[in-house]
């Protein structure tokens, strides 16, 4: 038994607990000072430092300053200072020393630190596993890919909270620990239970493709064997961390009256993805990924699933993929987006007359199966998640300069044959129906050939995309994704998710590693929007009231988000409401 209980915190020793916090506390400085909640003083020769709330701790450091004001703050040239000592970093005496400065109140601060806690955590069981290169890391496939990232979201500090998780929760579902894992299988009395399929599938379909007769026989047994009829049920995979915490205590009085009944694992192995909530079948990677409802708090949200969102998401996904279907320009840049196909929630109808929409109380037990994109490659494809791009390994290399390298093209023709099959599907979208993605790295699928970037998949459509058109005309069922916005901030969903929060950190990383100026790129992602706004003559008055190269752009702040609110960052009632803008940044494509 003590020899389990050390295990399970081997990868807390004072080296790694050391280099876990320089690492945060580097990224607390970079993006803190993005987001001008730091002002860091100069002191010449790219050294700054940063004071604490009352002036007696000091932080100094070497950064320098790219585009979009971006900080590039070497983690090996921090050192912390108190009344003329050195004394070591500590992140979470970071927190404390610069609340206010932050604007933690006194209810946020306790969970934000937890969550800080277990980031770093997190960090030093990565600095245990065996280092690869990031050119070894793009040879291994898809899902070493998928769990061997070690940096999560590039702009949140606390990006790796997942509040709930205990340490052997943590060995057994992060990404990042690679175990693979069984479904735990639920029968969901019809009459309280809501499953919606898209066009061409309905439920004993997907139930057949997705659990063997063995399996499904097995199942009926079980409820059989309890005197229950199986068609009186739909079957309803979960996370096992939801069944063991949640479900099992919280949904007691279902399990009691049979309109819930626990089956059993399912016999597929699966592996978690970077989402942490979302699966990938390891051992059928054609069969769908399923994404479960989870409780648990990571990156500004409780990582639930609504039943009654889910009831419309199969058909938003089939309304989509129809008009990429019928868009020439689309179909050109072979975009494609992997459809959620069919969801299913089962409504608690106690905590549904207690609550109010949106309540985590809602959001316990549902979940969604998509489409793997396995399926559809071709001979000589491979994917990767576009998060990977940038992932540097212990040697300071890039997976981007891996794949530059691989490919044998000059870097810029790397990156605009990226930018094609990446930034001319958001820009089209935008620009012909007003409609924007939430297309970050963890969303959005790279298919590569011998390295180069030839087409992208998104994924995440139904919670993630929103129309701004307000007279724009939607099916019905299709109806929830409108979303009002106003004017002048619409194009935030190019300028902050693409710009600010992904390109900002690959041109700075490639001119970093020497690989790519930093005007050059700049200069190819400009060419790239206006070639493709040539391509498309018809929508020049659009291209106008919403101008790409105006001088300068809103800074919306992810941080200030969830530092003021971490339990629920954004409404996503009115997602535009609750952005924190704080000044302007200068737009790097204005100049070309």
């Not at 005309?473 to 902050?496: G, Q, Y």
């Not at 752009?553 to 003021?564: D, E, G, I, T, V």
Request: hydrophobic fraction near 45%; charged fraction near 25%.
């Amino acid at each position: 038994m003590t020899t389990a209980l050390t295990d399970s915190v081997a990868h807390l020793s004072p080296g790694r607990w050391a280099t876990a916090n320089r690492l945060l506390v580097r990224k607390a400085l970079a993006e803190f000072s993005h987001e001008r909640l730091l002002t860091p003083t100069p002191l010449g020769d790219d050294r700054y430092t940063v004071r604490s709330d009352d002036a007696s701790t000091e932080y100094r450091f070497t950064a320098r300053l790219f585009a979009l004001d971006h900080w590039q703050v070497e983690a090996d040239t921090i050192t912390r200072h108190r009344h003329g000592s050195e004394i070591p970093l500590d992140a979470v005496e970071f927190f404390i020393e610069l609340r206010h400065t932050l604007g933690i109140s006194e209810e946020i601060l306790p969970v934000y630190l937890e969550e800080i806690s277990s980031t770093l955590a997190g960090t030093a069981y990565k600095l245990t596993k065996e280092p690869a290169t990031s050119g070894q890391l793009v040879a291994a496939g898809f899902q070493a890919v998928e769990t061997g990232m070690t940096e999560g979201h590039p702009c949140f500090v606390a990006n790796n909270g997942r509040l709930g998780f205990g340490v052997d929760e943590y060995r057994a579902y992060a990404p990042e620990a690679a175990s693979p894992i069984r479904l735990v299988w639920l029968a969901a009395r019809r009459e309280r239970a809501t499953f919606t399929a898209g066009a061409g599938l309905d439920y004993d379909a997907l139930i057949k493709d997705e659990l063997s007769e063995a399996t499904r026989e097995r199942f009926a047994g079980a409820l059989r064997g309890l005197g229950l009829d199986p068609d009186d049920y739909f079957l309803l995979p979960v996370h096992p961390w939801q069944w063991w915490n949640k479900l099992a205590v919280t949904f007691a009085g279902e399990l009691a009256e049979r309109h819930l009944v626990v089956l059993g694992e399912g016999e597929d192995g699966y592996l978690a993805q970077q989402s942490i909530r979302t699966f990938f079948n390891t051992d059928h990677p054609e069969k769908h990924y399923v994404k479960t409802a989870l409780s648990v708090l990571n990156m500004g949200f409780m990582r639930g699933l609504s039943a009654a969102y889910m009831e419309a998401t199969p058909a938003i996904n089939d309304w989509l993929a129809g008009i990429v279907e019928r868009d020439d320009l689309l179909r050109g840049a072979r975009f494609s987006i992997i459809r959620e196909r069919a969801a299913i929630g089962y409504h608690h109808r106690s905590y549904e007359a207690a609550t109010v929409k949106g309540s985590p109380y809602r959001k316990m037990l549902a979940a969604l199966w998509r489409e793997s994109p396995v399926p559809g490659l071709q001979p000589g494809e491979r994917v990767a998640t576009m998060a990977s791009l940038l992932h540097t390994d212990h040697e300071g290399d890039s997976v981007a300069g891996a794949l530059i390298a691989e490919s044998g093209l000059d870097p810029q023709v790397w990156l605009r044959h990226y930018l094609d099959a990446y930034l001319v599907p958001v820009l089209h979208s935008f620009y012909a129906y007003d409609l924007v993605y939430m297309p970050h790295g963890e969303n959005v699928i790279l298919v590569l050939e011998d390295g180069i970037v030839t087409r992208t998949i998104f994924k995440d459509i139904a919670e993630e995309i929103a129309v701004m058109d307000p007279d724009a005309v939607l099916p019905p069922k299709v109806d929830r994704i409108r979303a009002e916005v106003p004017e002048d901030m619409k194009l935030l969903s190019v300028f902050t998710d693409v710009f600010d929060c992904f390109f900002r950190f690959l041109g700075a990383g490639l001119a970093i590693e020497g690989i790519l100026d930093e005007e050059t790129f700049w200069r190819t992602v400009a060419a790239c929007v206006r070639d493709y706004q040539e391509s498309v003559p018809y929508l020049a008055e659009k291209f106008a009231r919403y101008d790409l190269f105006e001088p300068e752009f809103a800074l919306s702040c992810l941080n200030r988000l969830q530092l003021r609110n971490n339990q629920q960052m954004v409404d996503l009632n009115d997602p535009a409401g609750a952005l924190q803008l704080v000044g302007r940044l200068k737009n790097p494509i204005a100049g070309f």
